[in-house]
């Protein structure tokens, strides 16, 4: 039996058990506030199988969906919902994830890329508006002022490499 196929029928049989356990009373709640890790689990071993079954590259795409959005979902949870006005973006940024990882670990199908970059380029581009409205007043400052301080002590920063010209 594949280590996946185990890990998913564990995952679906606990679930049950713990249903069953709490409508014959035995628990009293349902640990409801931790559903996230559904689709995030789901994406991990979607990723699982992608890398270690051979041909089922594919799996790559709902995996990257499945595993940030989960990873978002969680974050909504832990943080609350009202993120979600600055972090839409990565709905689309997950579907180019997904893609692109199906380029990147699949073979490197061009035809992959047609939908990579446009959803990761609307995620992207979302994603910076939204931060850059909310946050970005002190971000860009202080991150054009680590530019600078790290071009004026990088190593060799008064040095020339070329000839001298006088």
Same mark, same amino acid.
């Given at each position: 039996?594949?280590?996946?196929?185990?890990?998913?029928?564990?995952?679906?049989?606990?679930?049950?058990?713990?249903?069953?356990?709490?409508?014959?009373?035995?628990?009293?709640?349902?640990?409801?506030?931790?559903?996230?890790?559904?689709?995030?689990?789901?994406?991990?071993?979607?990723?699982?199988?992608?890398?270690?079954?051979?041909?089922?590259?594919?799996?790559?795409?709902?995996?990257?969906?499945?595993?940030?959005?989960?990873?978002?979902?969680?974050?909504?949870?832990?943080?609350?919902?009202?993120?979600?006005?600055?972090?839409?973006? $990565?709905?689309? *940024?997950? #579907? %180019?994830?997904?893609? +692109?990882? &199906?380029? /990147?670990?699949? !073979?490197?199908?061009?035809?992959? =890329?047609?939908?990579? $970059?446009?959803? *990761?380029? #609307? %995620?992207?581009?979302? +994603?910076? &508006?939204? /931060?850059?409205? !909310?946050?970005?007043?002190?971000? =860009?400052?202080?991150?054009?002022?680590?530019?600078?301080?790290?071009?004026?002590?990088?190593?060799?920063?008064?040095?020339?490499?070329?000839?001298?010209?006088?």
């Amino acid at each position: 039996m594949k280590w996946p196929r185990v890990l998913l029928g564990a995952g679906i049989a606990l679930v049950g058990l713990w249903l069953l356990l709490y409508n014959i009373g035995v628990v009293s709640s349902l640990p409801w506030f931790w559903w996230p890790l559904v689709p995030l689990g789901l994406g991990v071993i979607l990723h699982w199988v992608a890398f270690t079954e051979k041909g089922s590259e594919a799996l790559f795409i709902p995996g990257g969906l499945l595993t940030i959005v989960g990873a978002l979902f969680l974050a909504c949870q832990v943080v609350g919902w009202d993120i979600l006005e600055y972090l839409w973006p $990565v709905f689309p *940024l997950s #579907v %180019g994830v997904g893609f +692109l990882e &199906a380029y /990147l670990f699949g !073979g490197r199908h061009v035809e992959l =890329l047609i939908p990579a $970059v446009p959803t *990761l380029g #609307v %995620g992207i581009i979302g +994603l910076s &508006a939204t /931060l850059a409205r !909310g946050i970005g007043k002190w971000i =860009l400052p202080i991150a054009i002022m680590a530019i600078g301080l790290l071009i004026l002590v990088a190593p060799g920063a008064g040095r020339r490499v070329g000839p001298r010209s006088e």
